[in-house]
């Protein structure tokens, strides 16, 4: 069995909520992609639909829609998701990231509220802990 954490991004409210998803509704979640529309029940959120932006692996890397795998790749890239170059800006450099399939290796899945449900999710769910 494979466990996620997902973390819920609420654009109405500003907030987002992290939410454990195992079992049945973590495989309904294994094989879709970034931009893919999932629906609230699996997340523990009746009647919300979220849209998938992103996440990370058991290792931190970060994943990128473009990489059409559910592995790790080492791209050519410039500064954008999982790279900040530090010597000088436009630098470029080989880095590893994920893919933008979710696999048994994933940790983390960002979504974004796409259509709210009767309750709000401050009810469904406690806020993510704040980052210091």
């Known amino acids: 069995m494979v ?17 454990a998803v195992t079992g049945q509704h973590a495989n309904v979640l294994v094989r879709k992609r970034i931009g893919d ?39 050519l890239v410039s500064e954008s998701v999982g790279y900040s170059p530090k010597d000088y800006p436009g630098k470029r450099e080989k880095v590893s990231l994920r893919g933008g399939e979710i ?16 309750k709000p999710i401050a009810e469904l769910a406690p806020p993510a802990p704040a980052k210091k």
């Open 3 to 19: 466990d996620f954490k997902v973390v819920v991004s609420d654009p109405k409210d500003g907030k987002s909520y992290q939410l």
């Open 37 to 75: 529309e999932v629906d609230g029940m699996f997340l523990g959120l009746p009647g919300y639909k979220v849209v998938i932006t992103g996440g990370s692996d058991k290792d931190g890397f970060p994943m990128r829609p473009e990489i059409h795998a559910a592995n790790r790749k080492k791209l």
């Open 103 to 118: 696999g048994p290796d994933i940790a983390q899945i960002n979504t974004k509220v796409l259509t709210h449900g009767p």
